[in-house]
């Protein structure tokens, strides 16, 4: 078995996103060229046994909308198998952490959990 690794990149929006990606693809591209990538396309450095040089690519878009029941039966077959029920805590429960969290950070409790607003000063 041997080590893969592919690095990818799109355009970004940042000199310094771009100063990061920089390292990988050094010296065949530069900072400029990955800022200035049109849409779409895309810069990947593929390292199987030795690293490769860089290559420029372009994405391709569906030629078509797809099927509205086939993505509904993938999001229920993933619901079903990943999926985790959510249960949400008995309003006591939920109440009694938020004292709790009150009293420990020294807060004074109230009905949204929030602190209380502290009286305005005056100066006579």
Not at 6 to 27: I, K, N, V, W
């Amino acid at each position: 078995m041997s080590f893969f690794c592919a690095a990818m990149c799109f355009r970004t929006g940042s000199s310094l996103d771009a100063l990061h990606l920089l390292p990988r693809f050094q010296p065949y591209i530069d900072q400029q060229d990955i800022i200035n990538l049109p849409a779409y396309n895309f810069y990947i450095k593929l390292s199987a046994v030795k690293p490769q040089e860089p290559m420029s690519g372009e994405t391709v878009l569906p030629e078509n909308e797809g099927d509205d029941k086939i993505t509904k039966k993938v999001t229920e077959s993933s619901r079903n198998t990943y999926g985790v029920e959510v249960t949400e805590q008995p309003a006591t429960e939920t109440q009694e952490i938020k004292q709790k969290i009150s009293k420990s950070s020294g807060r004074a409790s109230s009905n949204t959990g929030l602190p209380k607003k502290k009286p305005k000063r005056t100066e006579s």
